[in-house]
Each structure stands twice: as C-alpha cells, then as structure tokens.
C-alpha cells in the first residue's frame, strides 16, 4: 500500500515535473511508456527487498520468537 501510494505521488511529480520542463526549456514530451517502466521497477524492487526477509522471518518458529528474552 505504501509503495502504491509512491507510486502515484511519483507518477503526478514526474508528469509534473515533464509539463514543466516542456514550458520553460521547449523540450520534448516524455513517454508514457517510461512512466509506466519506472512504476513497474519500483515495484518490483520494493517487493524484492521485502521478500528475503519474509522468507527468513518464516522459517522461526512461533514459539521461539515470541518467548521473552
């Protein structure tokens, strides 16, 4: 859900931020397709670093992990 919610703040500012160059430097328009790229990498690196430790955190015990130190 937070990577969600980045991913929209970041599509609206980076859109922003091409609407913006276009007016003050005359550049081109950036693709939509290079939008849609950065979401899906963010996203798959955002689910790639929670994974490893899910899948760790799996492997102990319940008992273990909740007896007081």
Do not use: C, H, K
Not at 8 to 18: C, D, R
Not at 56 to 65: C, D, E, G, I, T
Request: hydrophobic share 65%; no cysteine.
């Amino acid at each position: 859900m937070i990577a969600g919610a980045g991913a929209v703040i970041g599509i609206l500012l980076a859109v922003g931020l091409n609407l913006w160059l276009i007016t003050r430097f005359e550049m081109d328009r950036m693709p939509v397709m290079y939008v849609l790229i950065g979401v899906v990498a963010v996203m798959a690196l955002g689910q790639i670093a929670v994974f490893v430790p899910a899948r760790r955190a799996s492997n102990v015990p319940p008992v273990s992990a909740t007896r007081a130190a």
